[in-house]
């Protein structure tokens, strides 16, 4: 019974370590690996929040109908910007700008 409640107890602090790992609703790298093409914008807007800019669609004629969003981190310097091709991802980037502080 001892090992059993240890060995339930060390499962449990390896599934909350790697919760830690990468949050959801952040923009960073380890989320935007998480985006697949097709993915719906709900999808999409599940693992990253809402976005920081949001383009309306526009018809690109037998192409459909496209819609750019993009999330911005400000503090880390990263962009994420996607290109939704009737409602699914179709085009997926990842951009980290060095940010320098001066004092």
């Known amino acids: 019974m001892k090992r059993l ?3 339930l107890g060390s499962c449990l602090l390896l599934l909350a370590l790697a919760a830690c790992g990468s ?3 952040e923009v960073n790298k380890a989320n935007f690996d998480k985006i ?3 993915m719906t914008k709900q999808e999409v807007i599940a693992i990253l929040g809402e976005p920081t ?3 309306d ?3 690109r ?5 496209w819609q750019k ?3 911005k981190n400000d503090k ?3 962009s994420i910007n996607i290109e939704f091709q009737d409602g699914k991802a179709a085009k997926l980037g990842y951009f980290k700008i060095k940010i320098e502080l001066k004092e």
């Open 5 to 7: 409640i240890h060995t």
């Open 23 to 25: 949050k959801v609703n």
């Open 36 to 38: 697949k093409y097709t």
């Open 61 to 65: 004629g037998v192409w459909g109908k």
């Open 53 to 55: 800019e949001s383009f």
């Open 69 to 71: 969003l993009n999330w």
């Open 76 to 78: 880390t310097g990263v």
């Open 57 to 59: 669609e526009v018809s």
